[in-house]
Every structure is written in structure tokens, then in C-alpha cells.
């Protein structure tokens, strides 16, 4: 089996970030993923050759975007595409002759991904951009990081990968189940602000039920609370603490010992959470963390430890599901969700040239 998506063929104009992400969850799965990069300089192709985790499982073909010859060829390639996935800023496709207008003539069928920052229109669509400019402009960004602190982005999980190259993915899916049953093509325009706003659906809920201030570090999900929250062990490294319902309290509470004090009680009074959350990191303190991972571990207490990249893949869980494989010496995380009936085959950095 060549995973669920065995039979979709997509062109991948070559980028860096959300689209080969995009890009990586579709060839993942089966999908016929064909890399277009442009001529590279002493033998390389790509952004990191075959070292490029987002590049795997890919079909790679070289033309020179300003050649004739090869407009000619894409357009042929797209003849018989599903989709297409580019990620440069609105209007560059248009003047290279390779707009969606052109392209749906060629293939009525197609879906034509666009993947920017900004999207297609409105005020800022033609200015550069990175995530931690558009989750900022989200909303999102004002929701990362301490009381009192400054707004900490969490690397570019929330505009990258999930506002934009998950969405992406999502998106081309959504656009060929429609043109199997319509016939018809058409155009994503999928932008990292609207896709970072969009992660932000239940914070906004929250906040339009009155349910969270509107200052980071206070609330339930973003360090506000003691009982959700990472903490310092007393050998430098970090546990994650998730202890939300009551249940999962009291056996915090009972396992940690800091249910002998009566202050603890009152776990969701958001007036104490500061004076609470200073006991807890005190008390955490006082152990490492394996100490810590020996009286926890196992139970509904909602406990991990913080682990590191090197640490990760050797975990016990992760390694009896294999979450993390190796592929040239790279470790990496295997495709992901898994289809029990259309497993996705094992990862491969190594891209092959089309025929």
C-alpha cells in the first residue's frame, strides 16, 4: 500500500516553511508530490537537498521558471495535476503566465493553492513577512508568554506550520473533494493571519464569555494557573503539569504532598493562582526530574516531563509508537495521523527525479 492519498498529484512550486510543510503531509501519505525547483548552483537542489526533513517523500524536476521551454512544461504537468501548492507574493504566478486563470483553462479541475503570509488582497498582501509578524497581527501572539512579560512566540509552529501548512493541506484536500463531485477547480487562498487567527478559535471563545483577561500569563491555558504550567526541578530541568479537573487535582494534590496544605483548596480561585503557583514551583523544586517522573509517572495526574530534542525519540512511549524514525542518519518525526487500513509507508529524504 502507498498510503490514503495514493492517486493525488500535486505540484509543489519549491519554497521554504508552510508550503513544503504542506507539501510533506500529502507526500506522507501517498500522494504524488512533484518538487518544480529551479536550476541549482553545484549540484544542489533544494533548500537542504536531501537533508530537508520538509522536502521528503518528494518527485524533484529542475526548470528555469524563466524559460519558455519549461512554462511550457508545467503546463503540461498541470494537465493532469490534482492541485498545485506556490508560495510566492500575489501576482508573481500571474506574470510568469502561470496564473490560476491560465492554469484552470489548461485544467478545469485544478486546485491552485496560495500560500502567503498576508493572502491575496488587502492593504499588506504585497509586503514581506515572517510568522512572528503574522501571528502578531492574529491576535495570537498577544496570548504567548508570562504575567508581566513579553510576548513569546512559540518558535513557527502557530503561523508556519499550523496557520499555514496545515491549513494548506487541509485546504487542498477540501478543494479536490469538491472537484470530484462539482467538476470544477479552484483557488485557496490561504494566508498564516487568517489561518493563526483561526488556532485562536478557542481562546476566542473564552474571551468573548468572559472567561479570559485579555492580559497574557493569567488565564487557565497559558500559565496563569498552578496546576497548569511548567516547572523548574531541582537539577535544571523542567516538568509539565496539566492537573486541570478536579479528579486530576486531587491526585496532584495527593501524590505531591501539597495537598496537606489548606491553601491548595482553592484551586480555582484566580486571585490565589500567583501565591499558589509559587508553593508549587517551590515544592518542585526540591527534586529532580526523575524524581519527580518516579512519582508521577503512570498516574491521571496529567504530568510530563519537558524533554528535549535529543530526549524526545528515546522516551518509552514515543519509541513503542515509533512517533520518531530515521531515514540518511536524520532523526524525524514519522508521518502522522496514521490510517489503520492505508498506513503511510516510511519516510524517505532521498527524492527521486521524474521520469
Request: overall charge negative.
Given at each position: 500500500?502507498?498510503?490514503?492519498?495514493?492517486?493525488?498529484?500535486?505540484?509543489?512550486?519549491?519554497?521554504?516553511?508552510?508550503?513544503?510543510?504542506?507539501?510533506?503531509?500529502?507526500?506522507?501519505?501517498?500522494?504524488?508530490?512533484?518538487?518544480?525547483?529551479?536550476?541549482?548552483?553545484?549540484?544542489?537542489?533544494?533548500?537542504?537537498?536531501?537533508?530537508?526533513?520538509?522536502?521528503?517523500?518528494?518527485?524533484?524536476?529542475?526548470?528555469?521558471?524563466?524559460?519558455?521551454?519549461?512554462?511550457?512544461?508545467?503546463?503540461?504537468?498541470?494537465?493532469?495535476?490534482?492541485?498545485?501548492?506556490?508560495?510566492?507574493r500575489?501576482?508573481?504566478?500571474?506574470?510568469?503566465?502561470?496564473?490560476?486563470?491560465?492554469?484552470?483553462?489548461?485544467?478545469?479541475?485544478?486546485?491552485?493553492?496560495?500560500?502567503?503570509?498576508?493572502?491575496?488582497?488587502?492593504?499588506?498582501?504585497?509586503?514581506?513577512?515572517?510568522?512572528?509578524?503574522?501571528?502578531?497581527?492574529?491576535?495570537?501572539?498577544?496570548t504567548?508568554?508570562?504575567?508581566?512579560?513579553?510576548?513569546?512566540?512559540?518558535?513557527?509552529?502557530?503561523?508556519?506550520?499550523?496557520?499555514g501548512?496545515?491549513?494548506?493541506?487541509?485546504?487542498?484536500?477540501?478543494?479536490?473533494?469538491?472537484?470530484?463531485?462539482?467538476?470544477?477547480?479552484?483557488?485557496?487562498?490561504?494566508?498564516m493571519?487568517?489561518?493563526?487567527a483561526?488556532?485562536?478559535?478557542?481562546?476566542?471563545?473564552?474571551?468573548?464569555?468572559?472567561?479570559?483577561?485579555?492580559?497574557?500569563?493569567?488565564?487557565?491555558?497559558?500559565?496563569?494557573?498552578?496546576?497548569?504550567?511548567?516547572?523548574?526541578?531541582?537539577?535544571?530541568?523542567?516538568?509539565?503539569?496539566?492537573?486541570?479537573?478536579?479528579?486530576?487535582?486531587?491526585?496532584?494534590?495527593?501524590?505531591?504532598?501539597?495537598?496537606?496544605?489548606?491553601?491548595?483548596?482553592?484551586?480555582?480561585?484566580?486571585s490565589?493562582?500567583?501565591?499558589?503557583?509559587?508553593?508549587?514551583?517551590?515544592?518542585i523544586?526540591?527534586?529532580?526530574?526523575?524524581?519527580?517522573?518516579?512519582?508521577?509517572?503512570?498516574?491521571?495526574?496529567?504530568?510530563?516531563?519537558?524533554?528535549?530534542?535529543?530526549?524526545?525519540?528515546?522516551?518509552?512511549?514515543?519509541?513503542?509508537?515509533?512517533?520518531?524514525?530515521?531515514?540518511?542518519?536524520?532523526?524525524?518525526?514519522?508521518?502522522?495521523?496514521?490510517?489503520?487500513?492505508?498506513?503511510?509507508?516510511?519516510?524517505?529524504?532521498?527524492?527521486?527525479?521524474?521520469?
Amino acid at each position: 500500500m502507498a498510503g490514503a492519498l495514493e492517486g493525488l498529484t500535486v505540484l509543489e512550486f519549491a519554497g521554504i516553511g508552510p508550503g513544503p510543510f504542506a507539501c510533506m503531509m500529502l507526500a506522507d501519505h501517498g500522494a504524488k508530490v512533484i518538487r518544480i525547483d529551479r536550476p541549482s548552483k553545484g549540484g544542489r537542489v533544494g533548500d537542504a537537498g536531501n537533508r530537508d526533513i520538509l522536502n521528503r517523500n518528494r518527485t524533484r524536476i529542475e526548470l528555469d521558471l524563466k524559460d519558455p521551454a519549461s512554462i511550457a512544461r508545467i503546463r503540461e504537468l498541470v494537465k493532469t495535476a490534482d492541485a498545485i501548492i506556490e508560495g510566492y507574493r500575489p501576482g508573481v504566478m500571474e506574470r510568469l503566465g502561470l496564473g490560476p486563470d491560465v492554469l484552470l483553462a489548461d485544467n478545469p479541475r485544478l486546485v491552485y493553492g496560495r500560500m502567503t503570509g498576508w493572502g491575496q488582497d488587502g492593504p499588506m498582501a504585497p509586503l514581506a513577512g515572517h510568522d512572528i509578524n503574522y501571528i502578531a497581527l492574529a491576535g495570537a501572539l498577544h496570548t504567548y508568554g508570562a504575567a508581566g512579560g513579553k510576548p513569546q512566540f512559540p518558535v513557527n509552529a502557530v503561523g508556519d506550520f499550523g496557520g499555514g501548512g496545515m491549513v494548506m493541506a487541509f485546504g487542498v484536500l477540501a478543494g479536490v473533494l469538491s472537484a470530484q463531485r462539482t467538476g470544477k477547480g479552484q483557488v485557496i487562498d490561504c494566508a498564516m493571519v487568517d489561518g493563526a487567527a483561526v488556532l485562536s478559535a478557542m481562546t476566542w471563545t473564552f474571551f468573548g464569555n468572559g472567561q479570559w483577561k485579555d492580559e497574557r500569563g493569567t488565564n487557565l491555558l497559558d500559565g496563569g494557573a498552578h496546576f497548569y504550567d511548567t516547572y523548574e526541578t531541582s537539577d535544571g530541568k523542567w516538568i509539565a503539569l496539566g492537573s486541570i479537573e478536579p479528579q486530576f487535582y486531587a491526585l496532584l494534590m495527593e501524590k505531591s504532598g501539597l495537598g496537606a496544605d489548606p491553601a491548595m483548596a482553592a484551586q480555582h480561585d484566580q486571585s490565589q493562582w500567583p501565591a499558589l503557583k509559587t508553593k508549587v514551583a517551590a515544592l518542585i523544586a526540591t527534586k529532580t526530574r526523575a524524581e519527580w517522573e518516579a512519582i508521577m509517572d503512570g498516574t491521571d495526574i496529567c504530568f510530563a516531563p519537558v524533554l528535549s530534542l535529543k530526549e524526545a525519540p528515546h522516551h518509552p512511549h514515543n519509541a513503542a509508537r515509533s512517533t520518531f524514525v530515521e531515514d540518511g542518519g536524520m532523526t524525524m518525526p514519522a508521518p502522522a495521523p496514521r490510517f489503520m487500513g492505508t498506513p503511510a509507508p516510511a519516510p524517505k529524504l532521498a527524492s527521486v527525479p521524474l521520469d
